[in-house]
């Protein structure tokens, strides 16, 4: 029996994928990295509801810094798919040689995404993997050339399929075909393809290339400010994300709360100067009980040190001046 390691981002065409080589045979174990970008919660999902093991990697740090300067550039958004499928396929093709597997497959299908998923691109990916010849797109296969997997007879080429275009009817109707009872919608999944959030990672990249892997994540809770080219902040929006924000904190970065009024957190990170502290603290004044009051206090931690500052709420039309 071979074994196919399969990339399973938990949509319907990864599923798909792996089924159609489960059901010839071939002894399917499924893949999923995690990033601050996507997660694993539908491959896990998708992995239980076909029977197949998934394995978990957190990959957090190097994708961050693959997407800093990616080879083949950035789609619609800051979503730099062919750098990032060959980055999988890299990091799973190590595993696949560690671990005894004989290929790597996937769900993508040609010509479904036209600028990531056209042949060039396909060809593209494989090439950059690292691993070209141990590469199996079950969905699109007999479309594509023949690879080393099927002339060896791991795969059998004829239960492969010949999906193409954008279209999910194909996929839909091999889904009830094989009872699929649930399965997600297509798009979405990535923060990357998502504008407003690319644009705070613009910003985030422009001003703080060393960017760590948390300052993605504070990017993902609350509202952003860039108080200056070297500070900005971040304000948590309800509970949830203020103990979000509270769980991220690094030695360096600096808590503002204001005093004797409730609302929200916010977090400073960079390399602040007084006058953006001050600024953080006014812009922070302007939201909770305490925002209509004429002078408040606002209380500032940095890992054992804390001090106040006294500030008037910013009015709303400055606050949006600073707002990403």
């Known amino acids: 029996m071979s074994k196919g390691l399969g990339l399973i981002s938990g949509g319907l065409d990864s599923i798909l994928a792996a089924m159609v080589l489960k059901r ?50 950035y789609g619609r958004n800051m979503n730099p798919c062919i750098d990032c499928h060959a980055m999988m396929f890299r990091l799973a093709g190590r595993i696949m040689n560690d671990e005894g597997y004989d290929f790597l497959f996937s769900g993508e299908v040609l010509g479904q995404r036209p600028m990531s998923q056209n042949l060039s691109a396909l060809k593209a990916v494989a090439n950059y993997s690292d691993f070209p010849n141990r590469i199996l797109r079950p969905l699109s296969a007999k479309l594509l050339p023949i690879t080393p997997m099927e002339e060896q007879g791991l795969v059998d080429r004829e239960r492969l399929l010949d999906i193409q275009g954008r279209t999910r009817r194909r996929q839909e109707e091999l889904a009830r075909e094989w009872k699929l009872v649930e399965y997600p919608g297509s798009g979405g999944g990535c923060l990357l393809t998502e504008k407003s959030f690319a644009g705070r ?43 979000a924000l509270k769980s991220l904190l690094r030695p360096e970065d600096i808590l503002l709360r204001t005093l004797n009024f409730s609302g929200p957190l916010g977090v400073v990170t960079g390399d602040a100067s007084p006058a953006d502290l001050t600024t953080a603290a006014a812009i922070l004044a302007s939201y909770g009980k305490g925002k209509d009051e004429p002078r408040l206090e606002v209380l500032l931690r940095q890992g054992e040190q804390s001090w106040t500052v006294e500030v008037s709420p910013m009015p709303r039309e400055r606050v949006a001046d600073y707002i990403l």
Request: hydrophobic share 40%; aromatic share 8%.
């Open 24 to 73: 010839q045979g071939v002894d399917v174990t499924g893949i999923v990295f995690v990033t601050p970008f996507f997660g694993s919660e539908k491959a896990e999902k998708a992995a239980s509801q076909i029977g197949i093991p998934l394995l978990i990697r957190d990959i957090g740090d190097i994708h961050l810094e693959m997407l800093k300067n990616p080879k083949y550039g």
């Open 201 to 243: 990672l613009k910003d985030l990249f422009a001003y703080n290339p060393q960017a760590s892997v948390i300052d993605v994540e504070y990017l993902k809770l609350g509202r952003q400010y860039r108080l200056s080219d070297s500070a900005k902040l971040t304000l948590g929006r309800d509970k949830v994300s203020n103990e």
